[in-house]
């Protein structure tokens, strides 16, 4: 009998070993776990950190490599620089940022009628139907405009309270071109339309276009602002007829048979240049498994001047 407690006792004993054993190893486990969490934490923090600092560095020597512009011209674009860290990279690539319409200029003095013609002219090169091009250019107006005078098929404030979500114009020029979503009528597809050929700067001046850089897909932005007469197709063509080494001067363009046709009067020269107005850097930095992205444009149309105009960081 006695044999059989001693047994039991043996096997209770034994039991509660097991137990505190699997006990043990699960809270092992479970701080393990908690341990390789932390450290990858750490990590992606450490990560994150290095980014923070190699972004702000390319910031501090990203204007330098945009004056080389200057003396590369266009041998400085698209070409990516590699810059080594010390878990990563930054690959660097310029791009002129002259050619797109400033919608900003849309807020000019004495309701910027000349500006307002040309966008009407961009939405319809860009295959948007004529009514629609007027609406869209008035309520594009209307949001950088100072007042709240709504033009003929405008937009100001008393249309956006009517929205589900209320919310007012902003009666003040552009900071970002993603404020373009918020005004009426400016839908996924018209954007997906015109969204190569816009930008905002800083102020109501439209840059000239630099020739040396248009591309085919900035046809409607050549027709829009260089003649009221112009073709989309004429565009087209003239950037298509660009020689290998680059027009050199304006007047080499200008001797084209489609655009020396066009009469003096309905032509703006002004609005052509061969040198860029604006540069754009884009750089990719790669630390360790993070990765960010960051582009910056530079205003760059005083000579030896870089002014920082416009930081986007992240998915666009
Ligand atoms: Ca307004």
């Given at each position: 009998?006695?044999?059989?407690?001693?047994?039991?006792?043996?096997?209770?004993?034994?039991?509660?070993?097991?137990?505190?054993?699997?006990?043990?190893?699960?809270?092992?486990?479970?701080?393990?776990?908690?341990?390789?969490?932390?450290?990858?934490?750490?990590?992606?923090?450490?990560?994150?950190?290095?980014?923070?600092?190699?972004?702000?560095?390319?910031?501090?020597?990203?204007?330098?490599?945009?004056?080389?512009?200057?003396?590369?011209?266009?041998?400085?674009?698209?070409?990516?620089?590699?810059?080594?860290?010390?878990?990563?990279?930054?690959?660097?690539?310029?791009?002129?940022?002259?050619?797109?319409?400033?919608?900003?200029?849309?807020?000019?003095?004495?309701?910027?009628?000349?500006?307002?013609?040309?966008?009407?002219?961009?939405?319809?090169?860009?295959?948007?139907?004529?009514?629609?091009?007027?609406?869209?250019?008035?309520?594009?107006?209307?949001?950088?405009?100072?007042?709240?005078?709504?033009?003929?098929?405008?937009?100001?404030?008393?249309?956006?309270?009517?929205?589900?979500v209320p919310?007012?114009?902003?009666?003040?020029?552009?900071?970002?071109?993603?404020?373009?979503?918020?005004?009426?009528?400016?839908?996924?597809?018209?954007?997906?339309?015109?969204?190569?050929?816009?930008?905002?700067?800083?102020?109501?001046?439209?840059?000239?276009?630099?020739?040396?850089?248009?591309?085919?897909?900035?046809?409607?932005?050549?027709?829009?602002?260089?003649?009221?007469?112009m073709t989309?197709?004429?565009?087209?063509?003239?950037?298509?007829?660009?020689?290998?080494?680059?027009?050199?001067?304006?007047?080499?363009?200008?001797?084209?048979?489609?655009?020396?046709?066009?009469?003096?009067?309905?032509?703006?020269?002004?609005?052509?240049?061969?040198?860029?107005?604006?540069?754009?850097?884009?750089?990719?930095?790669?630390?360790?498994?993070?990765?960010?992205?960051?582009?910056l444009v530079?205003?760059?149309?005083?000579?030896?001047?870089?002014?920082?105009?416009?930081?986007?960081?992240?998915?666009?």
């Open positions: 009998m006695r044999d059989v407690f001693q047994s039991k006792e043996r096997g209770a004993a034994l039991l509660s070993i097991l137990m505190i054993v699997a006990v043990m190893s699960i809270a092992a486990l479970a701080a393990v776990e908690s341990l390789g969490r932390s450290i990858a934490l750490a990590r992606l923090s450490d990560e994150r950190s290095q980014i923070m600092w190699a972004a702000r560095s390319t910031e501090a020597v990203a204007s330098q490599s945009v004056l080389q512009v200057e003396t590369l011209g266009t041998q400085a674009f698209g070409k990516p620089t590699v810059f080594p860290l010390d878990r990563g990279t930054i690959i660097a690539t310029l791009s002129d940022a002259s050619n797109c319409f400033n919608l900003n200029s849309l807020g000019g003095d004495a309701g910027a009628p000349a500006a307002h013609e040309a966008y009407k002219r961009l939405l319809l090169h860009s295959g948007i139907l004529p009514g629609d091009a007027q609406r869209l250019a008035d309520t594009a107006a209307d949001w950088i405009d100072g007042d709240e005078e709504t033009r003929a098929y405008g937009a100001e404030a008393e249309a956006y309270r009517r929205q589900p919310y007012r114009t902003s009666n003040r020029l552009m900071e970002n071109i993603s404020e373009l979503r918020a005004v009426e009528g400016y839908t996924p597809e018209i954007l997906r339309r015109i969204s190569e050929n816009v930008c905002v700067r800083p102020d109501t001046n439209q840059t000239a276009l630099n020739i040396e850089t248009l591309k085919q897909s900035n046809a409607a932005l050549l027709a829009a602002l260089f003649s009221e007469v989309l197709e004429e565009a087209e063509g003239a950037i298509r007829g660009r020689p290998v080494s680059g027009w050199g001067a304006i007047d080499a363009f200008l001797g084209l048979d489609t655009i020396s046709r066009i009469a003096p009067e309905s032509r703006n020269d002004a609005i052509l240049g061969v040198r860029s107005g604006y540069v754009r850097l884009d750089a990719n930095i790669n630390v360790g498994s993070t990765r960010e992205r960051i582009a530079y205003k760059t149309d005083a000579p030896g001047t870089a002014v920082l105009v416009e930081r986007r960081v992240g998915a666009f």
